[in-house]
Nanobody, 114 residues
């Protein structure tokens, strides 16, 4: 199982970014995928999840601003982030649990700064 996140960068407050996570090594469409984020010195927190039926769940802090989607033909998930705030600055990771083991991508850094 491999997960590769991309799309991070520097953006001003109020701006937008689209993260992508491509997957390989498992039957992608059958598994839930999550986006988490982590700031150094703090615990990793859930941002959004999507299940195999395309149902999504969001942290309260990003509801209405972030949208997660998946493309099972590309074996990829996306996180469209809008109205970004300073506090959205973090490393963003995609994750899935396959056969009882949790896998994480390498992370992509999002920096929101003026």
């Amino acid at each position: 199982v491999q997960l590769q996140a991309s799309g991070g960068g520097l953006v001003q407050p109020g701006g937008s970014l689209r993260l992508a996570c491509t997957a390989s090594g498992f039957m992608f469409g059958q598994y839930d995928i999550g986006w988490y984020r982590q700031v150094p010195g703090r615990q990793r927190e859930m941002v959004a999840t999507i299940d195999s039926s395309f149902n999504t769940n969001y942290a309260d802090s990003v509801k209405g601003r972030f949208t997660m989607s998946r493309d099972n033909f590309q074996d990829a998930v996306f996180l469209q982030m809008s109205l970004l705030k300073l506090e959205d600055t973090a490393n963003y990771y995609c994750t899935t649990t396959h056969r009882g083991r949790t896998f994480w991508g390498q992370g992509t850094l999002v920096t929101v700064s003026s």
